[in-house]
Nanobody
Framework: QVQPVESGGGLVQAGGSLRLSCAAS????????MGWFRQAPGKEREFVAA???????YYAESVKGRFTMSRDNAKNTVYLQMNSLKPEDTAVYYC????????????????????WGQGTQVTVSS
């Protein structure tokens, strides 16, 4: 069983930065694709960023150029560096893990991911 655990959320002013971390207890973490999703009050969960097991990164249009996702396989951890934050980035951010399997990978699709963290709150004040 893989349990992603997020950390690093908090309150920040618009224009500020935060770095989220997600640690996952997986024996073969390097073979997992990882994703970040977020859910704002009254809205559906939406894709933010993902990184494949090979290190290819994918981003939602709304965060491109502001957010950067990376992974450190030695630490079983992925990161989401969030810069130039906006009030509309306010949401609960969830980390998700996708165990390796053959076939195509659709990083934007929440159904792709087997395991989910509990979420961490990010609040951006104007």
């Amino acid at each position: 069983q893989v349990q992603p655990v997020e950390s690093g959320g908090g309150l920040v002013q618009a224009g500020g930065s935060l770095r989220l971390s997600c640690a996952a207890s997986a024996r073969s973490f390097s073979s997992y694709a990882m994703g970040w999703f977020r859910q704002a009050p009254g809205k559906e969960r939406e894709f933010v960023a993902a990184i494949s097991f090979s290190g290819s990164a994918y981003y939602a249009e709304s965060v491109k150029g502001r957010f950067t996702m990376s992974r450190d396989n030695a630490k079983n951890t992925v990161y989401l560096q969030m810069n130039s934050l906006k009030p509309e980035d306010t949401a609960v951010y969830y980390c998700a893990a996708r165990s390796y399997r053959s076939g195509s990978y659709s990083p934007h699709t929440s159904r792709e991911y087997n395991y989910w963290g509990q979420g961490t709150q990010v609040t951006v004040s104007s």
